[in-house]
């Protein structure tokens, strides 16, 4: 019952937008909402909490994985958390870094080939939404106005580039048991 709970309250939080910003800005208040969607529960079914494999998350955005991983139990893991854009490096990435140990982060994307792209990033009344950003223009503006139907023309779009590298290219030693992919 707490479970259904939980994740009828995040589904909430996602659809009043200067809600769902101030959360995700303030994570490290709200970890009682973690794992964020109820799909990363399905983890604990695939491996023990004492599995030492590494996880891979790719598209690390401000680390809502990474902690979803933690906050279940996965302790012994070292994640690999991949994410080109620096402001959410440094405010956010640093200090799951912190606060979790064996946290490894690659400033740059993944992609099937490396090369600088422009990323588009939604803001919402000057707020920057990071969370709603896509290499593909046409993409995230239909995903806005899915999501908030009732304010998307509200929300303005930036661009800057990014760079992606190919994931063979980059020489990690890693024994991967879970790679988690959110890229636009």
């Known amino acids: 019952m707490l479970f259904n ?3 009828r309250i995040v589904k909430l939080i ?3 937008p ?18 964020h969607d109820k799909d990363y529960n399905g983890i604990k079914l695939l491996f023990h909490k004492n599995e ?27 994640i690999h958390l991949f994410e080109p854009d620096n402001f959410l490096i440094k405010e956010y990435l640093n200090k799951i870094k912190k606060k979790y140990s064996n946290i490894y982060i690659h400033r740059f994307g993944l992609s099937n080939i490396s090369e600088k792209k422009f990323l588009y990033r939604a803001y919402y009344k000057d707020k920057f939404f990071h969370f709603n950003n896509s290499f593909d223009k046409q993409y995230i503006l239909a995903k806005i106005k899915h999501n908030y139907p009732n304010k998307f023309k509200e929300f303005k779009l930036k661009k800057k580039p990014f760079k992606l590298k190919k994931f063979e290219d980059i020489k990690i030693k890693s024994k991967a048991c879970f790679v988690k992919i959110d890229v636009e």
Do not use: C, H, V, W
Not at 18 to 35: M, R, S, V
């Open 14 to 16: 996602e659809a009043i």
């Open 18 to 35: 200067l809600l769902q910003i101030f959360i995700y800005n303030n994570l490290e208040k709200f970890n009682f909402l973690f794992p």
């Open 52 to 78: 030492k494999r590494d996880f891979l998350d790719i598209g690390a955005n401000i680390g809502l994985s990474t902690i979803g991983f933690r906050e279940m139990g996965f302790k012994l893991n070292n």
């Open 5 to 7: 709970f939980k994740y």
